[in-house]
């Protein structure tokens, strides 16, 4: 079974990516990795994260994956002799100097190349090989066909990864300059912000006070460098069937409610697969779930479509707000149960159990929500009574990540997510632009 790669752009959407069914974690450190507007980790979190994961029998890989420039070595130098002791599984790299940089500081890390190296032939796929690499992530303008070829002229130890949802980039493999030329920030060293998003105008040099819109659709704008995001959730056979080690979700600056409901529903569909290949059907629920998180129009990539006759292009300025996400479950405290049953509330009746929440976004009662759990999606239920942790009942909880108990109809674990039952929340809305 391929392994299931979480993006973990902090320590919360790491706890998110293990607890709903990742079988890996990908972070970067403070420098050094491909989106330095995550939180990132520092080196101290880095040995954190690697014992989290390791005590859960799963594997964390760490992007080194920029392109760093002459002055930047002594830094990184520094970092890898930091970090070397931590118990990193593997090291995503894209940079020749920084992959020998990494073999001469930690010479028994595993490294895997990043699609930043634009693998797309069986001859660049096996000079990595031979330079000691143990795993491609390929190029994304790659068909499925193209993936059979390559993997067909490997060796069995050398693995591939892919990415099978998340984000696509109108340049190749992620390799632009659009950034750096409009505002000094390099995109191949992790600072990229995505001018390709943007609305344009034409203006004429005598009437630079006149600038006139590019629409491409009448009052909503231009899109014609805005890729769609990919979603490979409806093709798993496909993928399981053509060599991929390792399917990749992109997003680790997506928030922790996106990592756990992507990883779920991509749980669910390979064991679902896994049990009985033959009589396998896909679940429309599995992409309903998917569509409940922030995202651009869905599309398949270029697993199936050739880049100059599909490039992959949005048909609109704008991508869905995901569901709001209401609050996360938390341990059950002893006390706090206590003393709602002193005020006479009971924690168990007919129509449920109390269960412990800590607040993401503003709930009142009445309003309909979802619980969802790991390897479950969404099941729905109307929230009848909210109650402070010291027994008062409440109308609503309106402040920022404060704890309340609810009753919920059914069994609710630790780490299970409550969002909204309806659309709230899920408006298109026009991009923002990373400042």
Wanted: with cysteine.
């Amino acid at each position: 079974m391929p392994e299931l790669l979480s993006p973990a752009g902090n320590f919360e959407k790491l706890r998110a990516a293990v607890l709903y069914g990742a079988d890996a974690v990908y972070c970067a450190g403070q420098m050094f990795g491909m989106r330095s507007a995550a939180d990132n980790f520092t080196v101290e979190e880095l040995y954190d994260a690697v014992k989290y994961v390791h005590a859960r029998g799963k594997k964390l890989y760490l992007t080194v994956n920029t392109m760093p420039h002459v002055q930047e070595y002594p830094m990184l130098r520094k970092f890898l002799h930091d970090i070397r002791d931590a118990g990193i599984d593997a090291m995503i790299v894209a940079d020749l100097g920084v992959f020998t940089t990494i073999r001469e500081i930690i010479p028994d890390m595993e490294i895997h190349i990043s699609t930043q190296t634009s693998i797309v032939s069986p001859a660049s796929a096996l000079a990595w090989a031979k330079m000691g690499a143990k795993r491609l992530v390929l190029a994304r303008e790659l068909t499925m066909d193209e993936i059979r070829e390559i993997r067909a002229a490997l060796p069995a130890d050398i693995e591939l990864e892919a990415f099978v949802h998340g984000s696509m980039c109108v340049s190749y493999s992620g390799r632009c300059l659009l950034a750096n030329a409009f505002n000094g920030r390099d995109g191949n060293r992790g600072t990229c912000s995505q001018p390709c998003r943007w609305n344009y105008s034409i203006v004429e040099e005598k009437r630079l006070d006149q600038p006139y819109p590019i629409e491409q659709q009448e009052g909503v704008g231009t899109f014609i460098m805005s890729s769609k995001d990919m979603c490979m959730i409806e093709h798993i056979p496909e993928l399981m069937e053509c060599g991929i080690a390792s399917f990749k979700i992109e997003g680790r600056m997506k928030s922790a409610y996106y990592t756990a409901v992507v990883t779920n529903a991509y749980r669910l569909a390979i064991e679902a697969y896994q049990r009985d290949p033959e009589s396998y059907k896909f679940d429309p629920a599995w992409l309903e779930e998917l569509e409940s998180v922030s995202h651009r129009e869905y599309g398949t990539g270029f697993y199936f479509d050739d880049p100059m006759q599909n490039p992959q292009l949005v048909s609109t300025c704008g991508y869905l707000r995901e569901k709001a996400y209401f609050s996360t479950a938390t341990e059950y405290v002893e006390e706090e149960a206590r003393a709602i049953a002193d005020m006479g509330v009971a924690m168990e009746t007919e129509n449920g159990r109390l269960y412990r929440f800590i607040q993401r976004n503003k709930v009142s009662v009445g309003e309909g929500a979802e619980l969802i759990s790991p390897g479950r999606i969404g099941i729905p239920f109307t929230q009848t009574e909210i109650y402070a942790p010291t027994g008062e009942s409440l109308d609503s909880t309106p402040h920022p990540s404060m704890i309340y108990w609810c009753r919920v109809p059914f069994e609710v674990r630790e780490g299970d997510i409550m969002r909204a039952a309806s659309g709230k929340g899920l408006e298109v809305r026009a991009h923002d632009r990373l400042k």
